[in-house]
C-alpha cells in the first residue's frame, strides 16, 4: 500500500543521542499505529546521524514494510544491554584505564595513544546481523524510497560529510565544511556516524577517519533539503526547559569532569538542529510575506519547508539518574570517578545507559508524546494541509517570533 503523496515529499530526520535513540523509536511506533497496516515506509527521504542513523539504515533497509522495521527496531532498543553496544567486562574496562593513564604518563611513548575510551565492537556484530543493506537499493529502484543520508564528520579534512544513497537523478553538493557524497551505504558509514569522539573509535573510508556525524554539522536539516525534501519531521531527543540559573546565594558547584562531558554531549548532538530550525522558520516568514507575482527572481528559487518538531516532555536526566543502577558496576565506576558524589553525570548518564530499564521508558515516552499530537502528525506525514512549523509551544514561542 502506497502512502507517499505524489508530490510532496516528507523527509524524517533523526538527530543523535546515544541511549536517547529509544524516545525517537517511540515516536516511530506511534506513527506506525497511526497508518494502516501493510503499507510501505511514510518518509521518501530518510536523514540520520549517530544514534539516529542507526534507526534510519533499519527503516530505509525495511521500505517495503514500516510496521515490520519499526516492530524490529523496538525489539532491540527495548531489550538492549549495554554489553550489546560496547565491551564492559571489568578486564576490558581495567586495561583501558590503565591504558589511557599510562599514555598521559608516559606521553603515549611505549604504550602507544589510545584510540577511544571504550570497544564498540559488539555494537558492529550487532549492526552487521541485523541490517541488510543492499535492501537499501532495491527500495530505491522500486520507487519505496527515494534517499537515505547518514552524516559523519572527517577528522582529515575537517568537514561534515553526508554519505547518500538515493534515486540516479539526485546530486551531490559541496558546501564551506559540508559537503554530499553519493555512496553505496554499508557498516562503516554507520560505524563513522556513531563513533562519539574519545569514546569510540573512528571509522577509515577511503582513507580518511570519521567520527560522530554531530561534530562540524551546523546544519543539521540541510542534508533532506538538499535531497528534495518538501517537509521535514524532526524527531529530537532534548527537552527544552532550561535550568535555573545560579544564584549568588545558591552558587553553583565546579563542573565534574562527568558534567561538562555530558555537556558537550548535549551540544553536540542538539544545538545545531535548533541554530538549523530557527534558520529554516526566518526563511519561511520571509518567502510567505511576499506575493509570489511580485517575488523576485531570487526568492523564487527558495522553497518554504514545512516543519514538525518532536520532542521529549520529560527531562531524560531524571529517567536516567532513576534507572542508574541498571548500568554495569564497572561504568558506574567510572563515572563516580569523573562526577564525584554530585549528580552532574545524569546528562551523560543519559547518553551512555543502553539498558533495557531506561530504553523502555523512553520508547513509552515517545509513543505517549507522539500521540498527543496525533492528529497534526498523521496530517503532516500523510501530506495534509498544515501550518509552516508545528512544534511544542515552548519551542515553537522561541522559533517563530523576530526579536523587537
Not at 148 to 161: D, K, M, N
Request: glycine residues 6%.
Amino acid at each position: 500500500m502506497k502512502t507517499h503523496p505524489d508530490k510532496i515529499k516528507t523527509a524524517l530526520v533523526m538527530p543523535g543521542g546515544g541511549a536517547r535513540g529509544a524516545f525517537q523509536v517511540g515516536v516511530l511506533k506511534a506513527i506506525a499505529e497511526i497508518l494502516p497496516r501493510g503499507c510501505q515506509n511514510p518518509f521518501p527521504i530518510i536523514s540520520g546521524t549517530s544514534a539516529g542513523a542507526i534507526n534510519s539504515v533499519v527503516l530505509a533497509s525495511k521500505s517495503k514494510r514500516f510496521h515490520i522495521a519499526v516492530a524490529e527496531l523496538a525489539h532491540v532498543w527495548r531489550n538492549f544491554e549495554s554489553n550489546q553496544v560496547f565491551r564492559d567486562d571489568s578486564w576490558t574496562m581495567l586495561k583501558s584505564s590503565l591504558h589511557w593513564m599510562a599514555s598521559i604518563i608516559l606521553g603515549g611513548a611505549l604504550v602507544g595513544t589510545p584510540r577511544s575510551l571504550l570497544n564498540n565492537v559488539p555494537l558492529r556484530r550487532l549492526l552487521d546481523s541485523n541490517i541488510r543493506f543492499p535492501l537499501i537499493e532495491q527500495a530505491i529502484r522500486d520507487g519505496d524510497l527515494h534517499a537515505l543520508a547518514v552524516t559523519a564528520a572527517g577528522y582529515g579534512s575537517a568537514r561534515s560529510t553526508t554519505f547518500f544513497q538515493a534515486a540516479s537523478d539526485t546530486k551531490e553538493w559541496t558546501r564551506k565544511r559540508r559537503i554530499g557524497l553519493r555512496s553505496r551505504m554499508d557498516l562503516d558509514h554507520l560505524m563513522a556516524s556513531v563513533a562519539v569522539p574519545m569514546i569510540f573509535s573512528p571509522v577509515l573510508i577511503d582513507g580518511e577517519y570519521f567520527g560522530d556525524g554531530a561534530m562540524r554539522q551546523a546544519t543539521p536539516l540541510s542534508p533532506a533539503i538538499h535531497l528534495g525534501a518538501d517537509r521535514i519531521l524532526v524527531v529530537g531527543i532534548r527537552d527544552e526547559t532550561a535550568d535555573p540559573s545560579p544564584t549568588p546565594s545558591q552558587p553553583q558547584t565546579f563542573p565534574s569532569l562527568a558534567h561538562i562531558a555530558g555537556y558537550m554531549l548535549d551540544t553536540l548532538f542538539m544545538d545545531g538542529l535548533y541554530s538549523d530550525l530557527e534558520r529554516i522558520t526566518r526563511i519561511n516568514q520571509l518567502v510567505d510575506s511576499v506575493p509570489e507575482s511580485d517575488r523576485s527572481d531570487a526568492l523564487k528559487q527558495v522553497r518554504p519547508i514545512d516543519t514538525m518538531v518532536v520532542l521529549p516532555s520529560q527531562d531524560l536526566r531524571d529517567i536516567a539518574y532513576k534507572h542508574r543502577k541498571a548500568m554495569p558496576v564497572t561504568l558506574r565506576a567510572l563515572l563516580r570517578g569523573i562526577s564525584g558524589k554530585s549528580h552532574s553525570a545524569n546528562r551523560l548518564l543519559s547518553f551512555l545507559l543502553f539498558e533495557r530499564q531506561y530504553t523502555r521508558e523512553l520508547i513509552e515516552l515517545g509513543y505517549k508524546d507522539a500521540m498527543a499530537v496525533r492528529e497534526e502528525l498523521e496530517q503532516f506525514v500523510r501530506g495534509g494541509a498544515v501550518p509552516r512549523l508545528i512544534a511544542p509551544s515552548r519551542v515553537e514561542y522561541d522559533l517563530s517570533g523576530f526579536d523587537s
